[in-house]
């Protein structure tokens, strides 16, 4: 069975439900899980990598490579 049918029947099933607790319980499972997925892919950067962060904005500052707001207002303008 491929994933898309699998989430239909689950679908389904959620639609038919008519329990409370069991809702509770799959809401707090999915918002475990959803918690879980992004510990796992957003990682706190290190003291060194903040400072270099830094330390490559004030250079991008100082270079005149940044963007204003005013400009990127009007750059978003121009997507539409």
């Known amino acids: 069975m491929d994933l898309q049918i699998r989430k239909l029947h689950i679908i389904q099933d959620l639609i038919r439900l008519d329990n409370d607790l069991l809702l509770d319980k799959m809401e ?4 475990e899980e959803r918690m879980r997925m992004l510990e796992t892919e957003i990682k706190p950067m290190t003291l060194v990598q903040y400072e270099q962060r830094v330390s490559d904005g004030i250079d991008d500052y100082r270079n005149d490579r940044v963007t204003t707001a005013k400009q990127l ?6 997507w539409k």
């Open 73 to 78: 207002k009007k750059d978003i303008a121009r």
């Open 28 to 31: 707090a499972l999915l918002r």
